[in-house]
């Protein structure tokens, strides 16, 4: 007895030991995602050291924007595991390669096809799955055809035999032996023979152990027969047990980041701040996104494993350009005999022209390749042209328009595609200043109302003709911190008519306004915050129970927006100094982080982003109120 636990122990343990050998792998392999791996292996470890307790599939479910490597890690993790052989990936947006049709129409047809045996582990990957939405945005019910036995694999991994097929076959026969009775004896073409994929998919769901040119050599009495039997047998027996999978479910939630700071669908966000964000995303902004494109039950059987992918870090994007460099100067090197070292000013513009957080990593490797897979075979021939012998060294160094090679004393520039550097570069001076102003006074006015700097300031943007603010998120918004939240939105047009007078105010606050609208009209129509309590709305359906009359609200908005315009213009002439601080780091900088806009400004600023306004203190003088006077009628003349 003492043995066979110690054998146990043993085997334990050694499972365990490759789990952290195989999470030791990946991290090495993966650049930024350390948490998310070891959240991964966590998640899988019971399935992987003690798969005899498994008695349903083990559904671990990964988020997060495209090109963050969700589904690089479930291959990486398959192969490492050993279960190359016996994982299947599911492309849930109905484009799926590798399967005959009628085969990828299902996923048990998909997983018959693979090296997944009925009642053994295997490793299932439902990628895209955010496309395999059953609602539309007004939770109307939409038609999917494919892969609808999804759900009863992730409720117990028990799927049933497909009956309509069986029923299609059925009706074949019936139609044939209808044509035989008509036709002359001997004209064979009424005869019914079963195709190809109907003997694969009757071999599967009958689980006949018979090869299938037998199957399809079946007689229509033969095949009736075998279709009786399996329908007088009971089909519970006839299930095909899936339960011991490990399923990934891989997709990107658009919904999950709606409420982030508005450098979410810029591409130029800072790649720090934006992981910042990401990184305070849980499991439930997980299920409240897909509330959006699921039933309530079908995100129930996607389980409680949400691992969320926060976007990647400076620093891990800085590995894989490194990572990258050392392989294109290796290669390029290797086959020309020299030594190339690539500088860290071209890292540098390799970064700046292929960094977009929001975007993953795929624009990064797009860059790469374009800029070194260009760059060093012309470098590389240029140095053997001057005279390079084998093992010498080549440099490359880089500008904001080329890069630089150097082989001993002499040098040669090589144009390079950096065309996202230069169109950062505002060479106009007008457009600068006018840029400079106008985002200075945004982030001065929401620094005074909110007490927190801005997340991010950039007047250097790629994506669009512009500039913008980005601010932290808020789970709860006062009605004061609306009102403050209006001001600071009219605050970059406040900003222009100080230092610029009324006639040269831009066009470039047309979206501020319209946002500054919204949030207005929201308050007063919506949230209850002016005279009316009431919901005001516009209607189209005769049971919608609202108020209609939205032309009362137009004057109090107008009246609301002057007031918060007048204030934000009140703040900037009180903090001239602090304006002008901020617009000159602007001009020289092009960006700047709330450190920095910290030390510009000498303001006092908090650096919890999650602060909210004092309602546990005013809860607190309530009660005291309340105890002091007694009653409610004392409570009330307290406030």
Known sequence: ???????????????????????????????????????????????????????????????GLTGTGKTQLVRRLAQLLGFYDRFVEVQMDGFSHGASWRGAQSISGM??????????????????????????????????????????????????????????????????????????????????????????????NLKLDLPLMEIMAWTPEQLQQRLREFRDSGQQQWETDYSRLLVFVCGNLDEMYEDLATSVDDCDSDADT?????????????????????????????????????????????????????????????????????GASVREQIYANGVFPAQGTRPLFSSLHAILGAT????????????????????????????????????????APFEITRLRQRNNPDFRALLAVHEAGHGLVHALLFRRAPT????????????????????????????????????????????????MASSGAESDLRKATESAARMLRHLGHGERIGRTDVSCASEDNLCTDVEASNAPIEALLQVEHERALRLLRGHRRELLGLVDELLRQGQMTPTRFAQVTGLALGRDPDVL???????????????AAGGAEGVLLAF
């Open 1 to 63: 007895m003492s043995d066979s636990r110690h054998e146990l122990r043993a085997k334990l343990a050694h499972k365990n030991r490759h789990l952290q050998e195989v999470a030791a792998q990946l991290k090495r392999e993966l650049f930024g995602i350390d948490a998310i791996i070891d959240r991964v292996i966590d998640a899988v470890r019971a399935w992987v050291v003690m798969p005899e307790l498994v008695t349903r599939p083990v559904i671990v479910c990964l988020w």
């Open 111 to 204: 997983l018959s096809q693979s090296g997944v045996r009925e009642g053994e582990p295997g490793i299932l990957a439902l990628d895209e799955f955010q496309r395999f939405r059953t609602i539309d945005g007004k939770r109307n019910e939409m038609r999917v055809e494919r892969f609808q036995d999804v759900w009863a694999l992730l409720s117990d991994g028990r799927l049933p035999p497909s009956l309509s097929l069986l029923g299609d076959i059925e009706a074949s026969l019936a139609d044939a032996a209808f044509d035989a009775e008509r036709a002359d004896a001997d004209e064979s073409r009424h005869r019914f023979r079963l195709r190809p994929w109907e003997a694969q998919e009757l071999q599967r």
């Open 613 to 627: 306004d004092p309602y546990a203190q005013r809860l607190a003088s309530f009660r005291a109120a309340a105890q």
């Open 456 to 503: 991010e300031i950039k007047i250097h943007v790629a994506s669009f003709e512009g500039g913008y603010n980005a601010y932290s998120s808020r789970k709860v918004w006062s009605r004061q911190n609306q009102l403050d939240s209006i001001c600071t939105s009219l605050a970059g047009r406040a900003a222009e008519l100080l230092v610029f007078g009324p006639g």
């Open 376 to 415: 060093l075979p012309k470098a590389a021939l240029w140095a053997m042209e001057q005279g390079a012998a084998p093992g010498d060294l080549v440099a490359l160094t880089a500008d904001e328009r080329a890069v630089v090679v150097q082989w001993r004393d002499r040098m040669q520039s090589i144009a």
């Open 274 to 342: 934006f992981h910042a964000m990401t990184a305070k995303l849980s499991v439930i902004d997980v299920k409240q996104a897909l509330n959006q494109r699921f039933k309530p039950e079908q995100v129930a059987r996607l389980g409680n494993e949400h691992v969320v992918y926060p976007s990647l870090s400076r620093r891990a994007y800085e590995q894989l350009i490194e990572q990258g460099c050392m392989r294109y100067a290796r290669d390029t090197g290797e086959r020309c005999g020299l030594q190339i070292d690539v």
